[in-house]
């Protein structure tokens, strides 16, 4: 039995689905409960769930019964059939293994400087006293992170150019439409899907001509992703070929930079709401700083910013949910499900149920001092195995950034219209870019980035 669901026309939810996501989401959930269908445009129908049991017995799956890469079917024209976002069974896992070890959380600390530099640069440019749009700088600042120690681009002038590419690049695809798979179709040079081919060529060429240098110079005292990836082997003893590394970095660009940029300006949109918490934070900040130089390592153990970036991630995710392809007629939940069906859990309705988090609509860090909650009822990024490989590394970059930001500047908030959730492609973000006034600005900490 399909639990129930929206009857109103596919096109119409399609739209719902697009345009007012969480809205959407809230009304589902109040009108038909923990469980309920959707039908979109182009996609199998969903069922989602919300209960943290039920999402415990998603996650608990091995890949066998459900299949993630062919959910994020529609996501194959942007991060290309080689990304592990794709793949399945025994090549997904693969995949993983070779991804993982660059992301282990010991390894953050050889990436903390290059974390400092990019929030103080980006701080030394803003304006003062006249707003400004502070997730546009946030994505500058996670671009900048990605580009150097992801993709290990060095030398100004080709930081410069992959710099303006990719965010070019960007700015096409997060028009929300392309999304379906009957917009991705290349009319000519002016047509949505034709500028976003025509730009990705250029990417893809910067790409590729990055993966070939680091192949013919070596790795040898490298400490960059693409360098670690470029020398690691499968169980088998094979590495990673071109097309699959270009894939996966283009994942790792897609994933962890327009993400983490969004997450980080949810936190200020809370923080600058509620000026108490913010200066909870930078008393925080500055008995640790009386202690010692804040080097990055100091940084990431910080346990009041530790649970100010988690409790952004919980009240405002910036993809709401997760899914995977059933396989085969299965009971999931409460519900006996046919096979092709999209199983989805919804971060977003999960992290905001009162039977886990007491008054779950209100920004309170205090939840996570001293309290672990499942990864069944807290997974921004995702869950099983199946959870996102670069975790560790955008929550330590958060927490970077949050901390650099604190130190040196005094925000405000700049609009006067309510703040509301815009999509950009599969991320969520706050109206007008956050808009922001930088009231005052301290000297940069050139000590601190001594990590």
Known sequence: MIPPGPTTPTLVTTWQWLNRPYPFMDECSARFGDTFSLYFKGLPQLVLYSRPEDVK??????????????FNLSLRAFLGEHSVLMLDGKEHMRHRRLLLPPFHGERMQAYGSAMLDAADDSIDAWPVGRPFAFHGHMQAVT???ILRTVFGVDGAARLDRFDRVVTELLDIAAWPPLLVPAMQKDLGRWSPWGRYVRKRREADYLINAQIRERRAEGSRGRTDILSLLVDARDEAGNPMSDAELHDELVTLLIAGHETTATALAWTFRWLLEMPELAARLRSELAAAEAEGPLT??????????DAVAREALRLQPVIPLVGRILKRPARVGNYD????????????LAQRRSDVYPNPRAFNPDRFLGKKFSPNEFFPFGGGIRRCIGMAFALYEMKMVIA???SRATLSLAGTKPIRVVRRSITMTPSEGLSVTLVERRPRLSVANAA
């Open 404 to 406: 650099r930001v604190m």
């Open 143 to 145: 671009l900048r992170v």
């Open 57 to 70: 017995e998603v996650f608990a799956d091995d890949g066998n019964l459900f299949h993630a890469g062919e």
């Open 337 to 348: 499900l046919p096979a092709g069906v999209g199983v989805v859990c919804s971060i977003y």
């Open 296 to 305: 990055a390592e100091r940084i990431s153990k910080l346990e009041y910013l």
